[in-house]
């Protein structure tokens, strides 16, 4: 079992900056596939950034060119620093893992099904 602690949210008004970590008790570079959801109230949750087993990173088309997924593999520690922030951003934030490797170019195949570990999640709030 996984564990999987957030931190770093909070609330800025549009146009600000914030930076979400998660560290995770459990990581194999190669092995695990780490992201971050986002589910604002009434919405489902979506993925919106995916660290995928190789690094590289894959991103939802709405945070393209404003947020940045990046996986501290020695401090088991996956960040997401989130720029030029907006309402439609506002929702909590969950990490995510699961112990199997992922390779995804896009979004369109990444639902919450696949990941089988959760944190407990960290709100966002940005206001205009």
């Known amino acids: 079992q996984v564990k999987l602690v957030e931190s770093g949210g909070g609330s800025v008004q549009a146009g600000g900056s914030l930076r979400l970590s998660c560290v995770a008790s459990?990581?194999?570079?190669?092995?695990?596939?780490m992201g971050w959801f986002r589910q604002a109230p009434g919405t489902e949750r979506e993925a919106v950034a995916i660290?995928?087993?190789?690094?590289?990173?894959t991103y939802a088309d709405s945070v393209k060119g404003r947020f940045t997924i990046s996986l501290d593999n020695a401090k088991n520690t996956l960040s997401l620093e989130m720029h030029i922030l907006k309402p439609e951003d506002t929702a909590m934030y969950y990490c995510?893992?699961?112990?199997?490797?992922?390779?995804?170019?896009?979004?369109?195949?990444?639902?919450?099904?696949?990941?089988?570990?959760w944190g407990q999640g960290t709100q966002v709030t940005v206001s205009s």
């Open positions: 995510a893992s699961v112990d199997r490797p992922c390779w995804y170019s896009d979004m369109l195949s990444v639902t919450p099904e696949k990941f089988a570990y």
């Open positions: 459990e990581y194999t570079y190669g092995s695990h596939c």
């Open positions: 660290s995928n087993s190789d690094s590289s990173p």
